[in-house]
């Protein structure tokens, strides 16, 4: 699977959209993009995945470029329960069984 | 979120004790995931159910032992653990993942402590 790179910490007010961007420069065509969370000592929530169109649902909007090789997570409104580590995987379809692997993320702080 | 449950939440043991966890999920998925998540680390991807099969074991020491009795339960047996085994371990369920379905759904944890 491709290797994704992401920005160790970033703040966001409360209100104005948390843009969250990840690298995944060796990204194969058959790779999807998935975009996980995890509050502090909770386990963590599915967000969003695409492969090459953007999509958005009532959580987020996944932006992805026309080379697939970075992607922007979008929270438009973020709250401050938004504050979490958020992972960007990239994961192909038919390999090892549904192993998701998950790196040390992008820790975003949501202040008032 | 009920979807997936664990219990306990939180556990204290002895390295002698023999204890085990509990993950349950009302999703009507057919795979089912330990992870192991310690302090400051990533999480490690522990064991992988598929239809009451195992298809992964990632290299867990045996003190760990799986039990999937169906595609609803999944049970994490621990007998004679290490202190550095002290950790968060997740539950997840998904649809089944040879079919590309990776939307994993998580449980709270349990937070173990091991004396």
Redesign the interface.
């Given at each position: 699977d491709a290797k994704t790179t992401q920005p160790t910490s970033m703040d966001c007010a409360e209100g104005r959209a948390a843009n969250l961007p990840c690298n995944h420069s060796t990204i194969s065509g058959n790779e999807?993009v998935?975009w996980y969370r995890q509050i502090h000592?909770?386990?963590?929530?599915?967000i969003i995945?695409g492969l090459k169109n953007n999509e958005t649902n009532e959580m987020a909007s996944l932006i992805i470029t026309e080379d697939r090789k970075s992607s922007t997570l979008i929270l438009p409104h973020a709250t401050l329960r938004d504050t979490a580590v958020y992972y960007c995987i990239v994961?192909g379809?038919?390999t090892?069984?549904?192993?998701?692997?998950?790196?040390?993320?992008t820790i975003l702080t949501v202040h008032p | 979120e009920t979807g997936v449950t664990q219990t306990p939440r939180h556990l204290v043991m002895g390295m002698t004790n023999k204890k085990s966890l509990k993950c349950e999920q009302h999703l009507g998925h057919n795979a089912m995931y330990w992870y192991k998540q310690s302090a400051k680390k990533p999480l490690e991807l522990m064991f992988v159910y598929n239809f009451k099969e195992q298809t992964e074991n990632n290299s867990v020491p045996s003190r760990f032992s799986p039990e999937c009795p169906n595609s609803s339960h999944l049970f994490l047996h621990l007998h004679t653990l290490q202190p550095e085994d002290s950790a968060l371990y997740l539950c997840a369920s998904s649809q089944d993942p040879l079919a590309g379905h990776y939307e994993q759904y998580f449980g709270p944890g349990t937070r173990l402590t091991v004396t």
């Open positions: 999807y998935y000592s909770q386990g963590p929530q599915y995945h994961r379809r038919g090892s069984y549904g192993k998701l692997t998950f790196g040390q993320g | -």
